[in-house]
T-cell receptor
Framework: AQKVTQAQTEISVVEKEDVTLDCVYETRDTTYYLFWYKQPPSGELVFLIRRNSFDEQNEISGRYSWNFQKSTSSFNFTITASQVVDSAVYFCALSAGRQAAGNKLTFGGGTRVLVKP | DTGVSQDPRHKITKRGQNVTFRCDPISEHNRLYWYRQTLGQGPEFLTYFQNEAQLEKSRLLSDRFSAERPKGSFSTLEIQRTEQGDSAMYLC???????????????FGPGTRLTVL
C-alpha cells in the first residue's frame, strides 16, 4: 500500500518570502513517481512537477524547486519569492508499481498556502 | 477548450435519489480516472479505465457506484440511492498511455460538487 503524508496543514507567508512544503511517502515498490499538484480556490487540480524514483537530481523550474531524498522518503517542494497568486492548496501525490498498475495517484492531505500582500 | 470537462459542475439531490456525472477527457488520452475529494482532504482514487475497459476499482466504490466508458471516450459515474456521506467533489482526470515506462501526469477536470440533502 502507498501512503503520502503532508504534516503541514496550513502555511501563511508574506509576499516574496520563500515557502517550503514537506512531503513524506511510503511505498514498497522500487519504481514510483512523485508529483506536486496545486488546487487554487477555483478547485481544479493543476499539475506542477513530476519526479521518478530513479532520478534524485533536484531541479529548479522558474520559482519552483524540489528536493527529493530517497533515504528519508521525502519530496519537498519550494516556492521562491512567493506571490499572492500562489495562494492555494498544494498536494503531494505518489504513483507506484508497474505500468499495469494504472498509475493511480495516492494523495496527501494537502497544505494550504496563504500568501499575504 | 481542449482540457478535461465535467458536467454538471454542481448537483444538489435528496437522499435516495440517483445521480449521474459525465466526464469528457482530453481527446487523445486513453486513460481516464475518477477520484472523490471531501472537504479538507486530498482526492481519493475510485476507478480507472484504459480505453473502454475498467481495469481497477477502489474498495471505496460501493455497489451503489457504477462507472462506464462505453466507447473509450467520455465516461459516466452513477451513484444510486445517494446518501449524505456521498457529498463530495467528484474529480475526473485523463492521461495518455505511458510511453517507455514514463508515468505521465494526469490532467484534472474542474470536478462535480455533489450535495446530498
Amino acid at each position: 500500500a502507498q501512503k503520502v503524508t503532508q504534516a503541514q496543514t496550513e502555511i501563511s507567508v508574506v509576499e516574496k518570502e520563500d515557502v517550503t512544503l514537506d512531503c513524506v511517502y511510503e511505498t514498497r515498490d522500487t519504481t514510483y513517481y512523485l508529483f506536486w499538484y496545486k488546487q487554487p480556490p477555483s478547485g481544479e487540480l493543476v499539475f506542477l512537477i513530476r519526479r521518478n524514483s530513479f532520478d534524485e537530481q533536484n531541479e529548479i523550474s522558474g520559482r519552483y524547486s524540489w528536493n527529493f531524498q530517497k533515504s528519508t522518503s521525502s519530496f519537498n517542494f519550494t516556492i521562491t519569492a512567493s506571490q499572492v497568486v500562489d495562494s492555494a492548496v498544494y498536494f503531494c501525490a505518489l504513483s507506484a508499481g508497474r505500468q499495469a498498475a494504472g498509475n493511480k495517484l495516492t494523495f496527501g492531505g494537502g497544505t494550504r498556502v496563504l500568501v499575504k500582500p | 477548450d481542449t482540457g478535461v470537462s465535467q458536467d454538471p459542475r454542481h448537483k444538489i439531490t435528496k437522499r435516495g435519489q440517483n445521480v449521474t456525472f459525465r466526464c469528457d477527457p482530453i481527446s487523445e488520452h486513453n486513460r481516464l480516472y475518477w477520484y472523490r475529494q471531501t472537504l479538507g482532504q486530498g482526492p481519493e482514487f475510485l476507478t480507472y479505465f484504459q480505453n473502454e475497459a475498467q481495469l481497477e476499482k477502489s474498495r471505496l466504490l460501493s455497489d451503489r457506484f457504477s462507472a462506464e466508458r462505453p466507447k473509450g471516450s467520455f465516461s459516466t459515474l452513477e451513484i444510486q440511492r445517494t446518501e449524505q456521506g456521498d457529498s463530495a467533489m467528484y474529480l475526473c482526470a485523463s492521461s495518455p498511455q505511458t510511453l517507455q515506462g514514463r508515468n505521465n501526469e494526469q490532467f484534472f477536470g474542474p470536478g462535480t460538487r455533489l450535495t446530498v440533502l
